[in-house]
């Protein structure tokens, strides 16, 4: 089983950073075998990726609308995965999800869809004021 706890959410003003933190647990994961991603889902608005790494072969991936702005990290002694938010708009004002699932499909897989995520962390609020 695997745990996910995310973090770092808050009320911004626009042009300001957030870092999100996932701090990911349980017995059964391994950096190698999962894929992290961040999603997001904003008021009346459907769940989309924002970004997601897999450490296996050191990818990452970001939707157009985060490119140069986000960055997605991870440090393997503290069990976590980051997201360094800056440059942050109100379109960006979305509840935040980190999510895991198996490294097993092909990368596109990762980011076009949620469904290979089996495991979720409950979400972080991140609000940006104009």
């Known amino acids: 089983d695997v745990q996910l706890q995310a973090s770092g959410g808050g009320l911004v003003q626009a042009g300001g950073s957030l870092r999100l933190s996932c701090l990911i647990s349980?017995?059964?994961?391994?950096?190698?075998?999962?894929?992290i991603g961040w999603f997001r889902q904003a008021p009346g608005k459907e769940r989309e990726v924002s970004s997601c790494?897999?450490?296996?072969?050191?990818?990452?991936y970001y939707v157009d609308s985060v490119k140069g702005r986000f960055t997605i990290s991870s440090d393997h002694a503290k069990n976590t995965v980051y997201l360094q938010m800056n440059s942050l708009t109100p379109d960006d004002t979305a509840v935040y999800y980190c999510a895991a699932g198996l490294n097993t499909l092909d990368s596109y897989s990762y980011y076009s869809t949620d469904k290979p995520y089996d495991y979720w962390g409950r979400g972080t609020l991140v609000t940006v004021s104009s």
């Open positions: 349980g017995s059964g994961f391994s950096w190698d075998d999962y894929v």
């Open positions: 790494i897999s450490s296996s072969d050191r990818s990452t």
